[in-house]
């Protein structure tokens, strides 16, 4: 008898279920956005502009997690990128598609840097001279060259008597080891 009330009580109740399929359109919610390429874009106030960026021509790539565990292919370009060494190990990577495409795949395995050059690219005559730090920065230490006033600056050190050298100080030294009162 009660399941004979429950169905006739659940028969009576309309049920109007409505399904959407896909995602909200945005620009028809939104009509102020910005295009970039496929991406709609909404800024915060209607005068907001963009700072302009200038993409950087090589990545500092450096493994952050280990290999094992990892599907073949994730550990085939950590090989071809040459991370399969140690982990501290890093590499450098131009900035190309095909890279950012392979580097975009293992994302969750490296760090990713980009190179700045606070003080100029380097040169071919400049490679002996450069350092790269780990925040990315490449450091090139130009090769400034003899100075005239440096020159003779140090040809009057070495000809000045009361200069204190090596032998004078060996001598005063033994000196006093021999006689200490």
């Given at each position: 008898?009660?399941?004979?009330?429950?169905?006739?009580?659940?028969?009576?109740?309309?049920?109007?279920?409505?399904?959407?399929?896909?995602?909200?359109?945005?620009?028809?919610?939104?009509?102020?956005?910005?295009?970039?390429?496929?991406?709609?874009?909404?800024?915060?106030?209607?005068?907001?502009?963009?700072?302009?960026?200038?993409?950087?021509?090589?990545?500092?790539?450096?493994?952050?997690?280990?290999?094992?565990?990892?599907?073949?292919?994730?550990?085939?370009?950590?090989?071809?990128?040459?991370?399969?060494?140690?982990?501290?190990?890093?590499?450098?990577?131009?900035?190309?598609?095909?890279?950012?495409?392979?580097?975009?795949k293992i994302?969750?395995?490296?760090?990713?840097?980009?190179?700045?050059?606070?003080?100029?690219?380097?040169?071919?005559?400049?490679?002996?001279?450069?350092?790269?730090?780990?925040?990315?920065?490449?450091?090139v230490t130009?090769?400034?060259?003899?100075?005239?006033?440096?020159?003779?600056a140090l040809?009057?050190?070495?000809?000045?008597?009361?200069?204190?050298?090596?032998?004078?100080?060996?001598?005063?030294?033994?000196?006093?080891?021999?006689?200490?009162?």
């Amino acid at each position: 008898m009660m399941f004979r009330n429950f169905t006739t009580k659940f028969s009576q109740i309309n049920l109007n279920i409505v399904r959407h399929y896909g995602k909200h359109n945005k620009k028809y919610l939104y009509n102020n956005g910005v295009i970039y390429g496929n991406i709609y874009y909404y800024p915060r106030t209607a005068d907001h502009q963009d700072p302009p960026v200038v993409p950087a021509k090589l990545f500092r790539v450096q493994r952050i997690k280990p290999v094992k565990g990892n599907p073949y292919w994730e550990k085939r370009l950590l090989n071809e990128l040459g991370l399969d060494g140690k982990q501290s190990d890093f590499t450098v990577v131009k900035n190309i598609p095909e890279i950012n495409a392979r580097l975009w795949k293992i994302k969750h395995l490296v760090k990713v840097t980009p190179i700045t050059f606070p003080y100029g690219e380097p040169k071919e005559h400049d490679i002996s001279h450069t350092f790269l730090k780990e925040n990315g920065e490449c450091i090139v230490t130009k090769d400034i060259g003899p100075v005239d006033e440096r020159i003779q600056a140090l040809d009057t050190f070495e000809k000045d008597d009361k200069r204190l050298d090596t032998e004078l100080l060996r001598k005063d030294a033994r000196l006093k080891w021999l006689n200490p009162w």
